[in-house]
Nanobody, 121 residues
Framework: QVQLVESEGGLVQAGGSLRLSCAAS????????MGWYRQAPGKQRELVAIITSGGTTNYTDSVKGRFTISRDNAKNTVYLQMNTLKPEDTAVYYCNAKVFSSMLFRLMDYWGQGTQVTVSS
């Protein structure tokens, strides 16, 4: 099991920057992948960015070149640096960890509580 605690989001003007952090309750070095998802009102939750235990990253097209996901294994923390924010980035952002369960032989999803990011035009 792993508990995830996200930093506070906030209100930022379009074109601004914000960094989210996600602190895990255990070592993240062995966690298969960690990522950030977001959910805007009336929309489904979508993957924003993901980073594997090997450091491979992947981003949804709409944030490529603007967002950067990184991890600090020593601090058991994952970050999402968001630059050149747009109003359409407004959403609740959730941290996610995918952990392999040897008992169930499948990946288990763990979620943070979510943090609101609002981008004003």
């Amino acid at each position: 099991q792993v508990q995830l605690v996200e930093s506070e989001g906030g209100l930022v003007q379009a074109g601004g920057s914000l960094r989210l952090s996600c602190a895990a309750s255990r070592s993240i070095s062995s966690i298969n992948s960690m990522g950030w998802y977001r959910q805007a009102p009336g929309k489904q939750r979508e993957l924003v960015a993901i980073i594997t235990s090997g450091g491979t990253t992947n981003y949804t097209d709409s944030v490529k070149g603007r967002f950067t996901i990184s991890r600090d294994n020593a601090k058991n923390t994952v970050y999402l640096q968001m630059n050149t924010l747009k109003p359409e980035d407004t959403a609740v952002y959730y941290c996610n960890a995918k952990v392999f369960s040897s008992m169930l032989f499948r990946l288990m999803d763990y979620w943070g509580q979510g943090t609101q990011v609002t981008v004003s035009s």
